[in-house]
């Protein structure tokens, strides 16, 4: 996970040696008669599509627990514990998963322990990979933290620090949990040393809050290393961003002559592990596609629009006293949400968990040869059931009247589900952490939802508790609420046929609505 290690995540990471140990030669052997597989998964969808190919010679864990986000979960000692046993690790991979995940599977799994990341090579498989697709239609910039670049080390890390601020206020860069709790990673007003910091995986970008406590220009200076599993580091480069705070008038601040001005859509302060470069990260207006701005030539405008207070909540109180003045681009998203250019979401196209299970196959029988024809078997007849699944969402949804195949969620994870069956993503409409919109806000939500003419928003049972708006702005407007699966299952729901069906089910009968 990135940030300051927590005391739970040292416990993690200190099981690497104690699994080594234990481990180390001792895990059951595949192909052996007196002795199942024994396969970790990331998540609960990925561990049911394995059980159904591996079935009895096979004994699988979930590392992220049913209601769990796999965007956020920290992993816990006994997570690696059961990584440290397993003869496979399966995950998603195109960063589905939280990164401490992936550096406990990396840390605690035996070195000869195949760890398989199922979506980066799905089209083999006969998969499709799209591209992630983000919007939230803010009216200040968006700007995350990002990485390009890969690292040639499996597992490593890059930190980025805040070493040095310049401006007439301080500076603090948070992110907020699904539980709307606060993780501060840089902090100017106690000075800046190692601890303002963060790691991500190569190329991977987060999103967060930066706020300033007073309007002005700023100069913030950031510098990078790549951190293997052993604890070895590197310096790969380092540079300095303007931020401009406020409007420009009074205490504000100005632009510097020549400097391209960002306010709005989405961008990241990006570090390139490969050449050591600092740059901006901006989706081109015209085109879409990301433009690399060098740090020395491009502003990031903080206008008064993004003006806010600081929150009355106890744990909101290292932005200072509750009620003064901050000036906020937001996070956007809720909770850790660090993921790459491809969308990981993949298996939202039942065509797509068929080249996971065939991907699944493949590898259980290169783990397990004396199991072949058991995988063989299992596998082909699981294809078979999803073959008819997919045709039965197809035609459930093609029931839906193409005029209302419009889709608004509180999370970006059903893009596949719209392209493979002819429905639109009107949008995820996502509060920002633990601020209370404005009444403009309020009736924006409520012009979007009026102007797609949606009968329903659909909310993921796992976020649901973070949705107070979209429910209160979809009773005002008279629209149905509706319960949509995505990253993960619940008591009710707790296979990936069953998921399907559901949502398949819910999303012809919510969007049929007044037809």
């Given at each position: 996970?990135?940030?300051?290690?927590?005391?739970?995540?040292?416990?993690?990471?200190?099981?690497?040696?104690?699994?080594?140990?234990?481990?180390?030669?001792?895990?059951?052997?595949?192909?052996?008669?007196?002795?199942?597989?024994?396969?970790?998964?990331?998540?609960?969808?990925?561990?049911?599509?394995?059980?159904?190919?591996?079935?009895?010679?096979?004994?699988?864990?979930?590392?992220?627990?049913?209601?769990?986000?796999?965007?956020?979960?920290?992993?816990?000692?006994?997570?690696?514990?059961?990584?440290?046993?397993?003869?496979v690790v399966f995950s998603n991979g195109?960063?589905?998963?939280?990164?401490?995940?992936?550096?406990?599977?990396?840390?605690?799994?035996?070195?000869?322990?195949?760890?398989?990341?199922?979506?980066?090579?799905?089209e083999q498989y006969g998969g499709t990979?799209?591209?992630?697709?983000?919007?939230?239609?803010?009216?200040?910039?968006?700007?995350?933290?990002?990485?390009?670049?890969?690292?040639?080390?499996?597992?490593?890390?890059?930190?980025?620090?805040?070493?040095?601020?310049?401006?007439?206020?301080?500076?603090?860069?948070?992110?907020?949990?699904?539980?709307?709790?606060?993780?501060?990673?840089?902090?100017?007003?106690?000075?800046?040393?190692?601890?303002?910091?963060?790691?991500?995986?190569?190329?991977?970008?987060?999103?967060?809050?930066?706020?300033?406590?007073?309007?002005?220009?700023?100069?913030?200076?950031?510098?990078?290393?790549?951190?293997?599993?052993?604890?070895?580091?590197?310096?790969?480069?380092?540079?300095?961003?303007?931020?401009?705070?406020?409007?420009?008038?009074?205490?504000?601040?100005?632009?510097?002559?020549?400097?391209?001005?960002?306010?709005?859509?989405?961008?990241?302060?990006?570090?390139?592990?490969?050449?050591?470069?600092?740059?901006?990260?901006?989706?081109?207006?015209?085109?879409?596609?990301?433009?690399?701005?060098?740090?020395?030539?491009?502003?990031?405008?903080?206008?008064?629009?993004?003006?806010?207070?600081?929150?009355q909540e106890e744990p909101y109180a290292?932005?200072?006293?509750?009620?003064?003045?901050?000036?906020?681009?937001?996070?956007?998203?809720?909770?850790?949400?660090?993921?790459?250019?491809?969308?990981?979401?993949?298996?939202?196209?039942?065509?797509?968990?068929?080249?996971?299970?065939?991907?699944?196959?493949?590898?259980?029988?290169?783990?397990?040869?004396?199991?072949?024809?058991?995988?063989?078997?299992?596998?082909?007849?699981?294809?078979?059931?999803?073959?008819?699944?997919?045709?039965?969402?197809?035609?459930?949804?093609?029931?839906?009247?193409?005029?209302?195949?419009?889709?608004?969620?509180?999370?970006?994870?059903?893009?596949?589900?719209?392209?493979?069956?002819?429905?639109?993503?009107?949008?995820?409409?996502?509060?920002?952490?633990?601020?209370?919109?404005?009444?403009?806000?309020?009736?924006?939500?409520?012009?979007?939802?009026?102007?797609?003419?949606?009968?329903?928003?659909?909310?993921?049972?796992?976020?649901?508790?973070?949705?107070?708006?979209?429910?209160?702005?979809?009773?005002?407007?008279?629209?149905?609420?509706?319960?949509?699966?995505?990253?993960?299952?619940?008591?009710?729901?707790?296979?990936?046929?069953?998921?399907?069906?559901?949502?398949?089910?819910?999303?012809?009968?919510?969007?049929?609505?007044?037809?």
């Amino acid at each position: 996970m990135w940030g300051h290690p927590t005391r739970t995540n040292a416990t993690v990471v200190s099981l690497v040696a104690a699994g080594a140990l234990l481990t180390g030669c001792s895990g059951p052997q595949a192909g052996s008669h007196d002795a199942k597989l024994t396969v970790s998964a990331t998540t609960g969808i990925i561990a049911d599509l394995v059980e159904q190919v591996g079935g009895d010679r096979v004994d699988v864990t979930s590392i992220v627990p049913h209601h769990g986000d796999p965007h956020s979960y920290e992993p816990s000692p006994g997570d690696a514990a059961e990584v440290a046993k397993a003869d496979v690790v399966f995950s998603n991979g195109l960063l589905l998963e939280e990164p401490g995940i992936m550096k406990m599977v990396h840390s605690n799994a035996r070195k000869s322990t195949p760890k398989i990341e199922i979506a980066e090579k799905l089209e083999q498989y006969g998969g499709t990979v799209i591209k992630l697709e983000e919007d939230l239609g803010l009216d200040v910039l968006w700007l995350g933290w990002a990485v390009e670049g890969e690292v040639t080390e499996e597992g490593s890390q890059v930190r980025t620090t805040a070493t040095k601020l310049e401006g007439p206020g301080e500076l603090r860069v948070y992110l907020t949990d699904t539980l709307g709790r606060p993780k501060v990673y840089v902090d100017s007003a106690d000075g800046l040393d190692d601890a303002d910091s963060f790691t991500l995986p190569p190329e991977a970008h987060t999103h967060v809050n930066w706020a300033f406590s007073k309007p002005g220009t700023y100069r913030l200076t950031v510098e990078g290393r790549t951190e293997t599993l052993d604890g070895k580091t590197e310096g790969i480069g380092s540079g300095t961003f303007t931020f401009t705070v406020g409007d420009g008038d009074g205490d504000g601040a100005e632009a510097p002559a020549g400097a391209r001005v960002l306010d709005s859509g989405h961008a990241d302060v990006t570090l390139n592990a490969e050449t050591g470069q600092v740059y901006v990260r901006a989706d081109d207006a015209k085109s879409g596609e990301p433009v690399r701005l060098p740090a020395d030539e491009v502003v990031l405008n903080v206008p008064d629009r993004a003006k806010e207070a600081v929150p009355q909540e106890e744990p909101y109180a290292f932005l200072g006293a509750a009620g003064d003045e901050l000036w906020v681009l937001p996070q956007a998203v809720i909770g850790k949400h660090v993921h790459g250019d491809m969308d990981p979401h993949a298996w939202a196209d039942v065509a797509n968990a068929q080249a996971y299970v065939r991907r699944i196959e493949a590898e259980l029988v290169k783990a397990d040869p004396d199991g072949k024809p058991t995988y063989e078997k299992n596998a082909a007849a699981y294809l078979k059931r999803l073959g008819a699944l997919d045709e039965e969402v197809a035609e459930k949804l093609a029931t839906v009247p193409e005029q209302n195949r419009k889709l608004i969620t509180t999370h970006d994870a059903f893009g596949y589900l719209a392209k493979a069956y002819g429905m639109e993503v009107a949008g995820f409409v996502v509060p920002v952490p633990n601020q209370e919109p404005s009444a403009a806000e309020v009736e924006q939500l409520g012009d979007t939802i009026r102007e797609k003419k949606v009968p329903s928003v659909f909310l993921e049972p796992n976020l649901a508790a973070r949705a107070d708006v979209l429910r209160r702005v979809a009773e005002d407007e008279g629209v149905a609420i509706c319960t949509i699966y995505g990253d993960s299952f619940d008591d009710k729901v707790h296979d990936y046929v069953s998921m399907m069906r559901h949502n398949a089910a819910e999303l012809a009968k919510c969007l049929r609505r007044d037809a």
